[in-house]
């Protein structure tokens, strides 16, 4: 299974100010997502970030709040802009090795806080 | 749209009994199900997974997990909780390229 990690692993913002979030992949992969989880709560899916094509976001995300980078195959970033105390939460990052692949794999998280 | 439900949010369990955590889900074509595990600030670890083939699968760490398509439930399940079992698990259904999560259940196992 891919090896995801993210940068930063957690990160204290003023309100109004933007944080990125690195996903890095140790191997290349199709499909990347990006989801928000409240502490204890379940995950809910951000956008879908394919390499070479725009991000598709869902329903109550937008990009000009979540701009999302996908440059290759191992690699996305997800911008947090015009940050406000409801943004707190965890980010994670997720992987599908293929467009065939059923399972997911999901980086360590990204703990952001606004105050 | 394809989505999941755990109707219990807590389970309790002492150590060395058997534990299940439900989740039912719907879909409209054929169901690809998951179940993963988080630990306390972690992310989330895939346990199993059904897409086709025995109704029974089994998964990591001594877990499996019972796919019933007359009830649309696919219930994991353990012989003998540990301790050490203790976390959060989803349930996840996934249908084209998009996995949808359930509330989570959260796990505790007494010694």
């Known amino acids: 299974s891919a090896v995801i990690s993210q940068k930063p692993s957690r990160d204290i913002c003023q309100r109004g100010t933007s944080l990125t979030i690195q996903c890095q992949v140790d191997?290349?992969?199709?499909?990347m997502f990006w989801y928000r989880q409240q502490p204890g709560q379940s995950l809910t899916l951000i956008a879908t970030?394919?390499?070479?094509?725009?991000?598709?976001?869902e329903s109550g995300f937008v990009i000009d709040k979540f701009p999302i980078s996908r440059p290759n195959l191992t690699f996305s970033t997800l911008t947090v802009s015009n940050l406000s105390p409801e943004d707190s939460s965890i980010y994670l990052c997720?992987?599908?090795?293929?467009?065939?692949?059923?399972?997911?794999?999901f980086g360590p998280g990204t703990r952001l806080t606004v105050t | 749209a394809q989505s999941v439900a755990q109707p219990e949010d807590q389970v309790n369990v002492a150590e060395g009994n058997p534990l299940t955590v439900k989740c039912t889900y719907s879909?409209?074509?054929?169901?690809?199900l998951f179940w993963y595990v988080q630990y306390p600030n972690r992310g989330l670890q895939f346990l199993l997974k059904?897409?086709?083939?025995?109704?029974l699968v089994k998964g990591s760490y001594g877990f499996e997990a019972e796919f019933n398509k007359s009830q649309t439930s696919f219930h994991l399940k353990k012989p003998s909780a540990l301790v050490s079992d203790s976390a959060l698990y989803f349930c996840?259904?996934?249908?084209?390229?998009?996995?949808?999560f359930g509330a989570g259940t959260r796990l505790t196992v007494k010694p």
């Open positions: 997720s992987v599908a090795e293929g467009l065939k692949s059923y399972e997911q794999y």
């Open positions: 191997s290349q992969v199709t499909m």
């Open positions: 970030a394919n390499q070479g094509s725009e991000a598709t976001y």
């Open positions: 879909v409209s074509g054929n169901p690809y």
């Open positions: 059904y897409i086709t083939g025995d109704n």
């Open positions: 996840a259904v996934r249908e084209d390229n998009d996995m949808r």
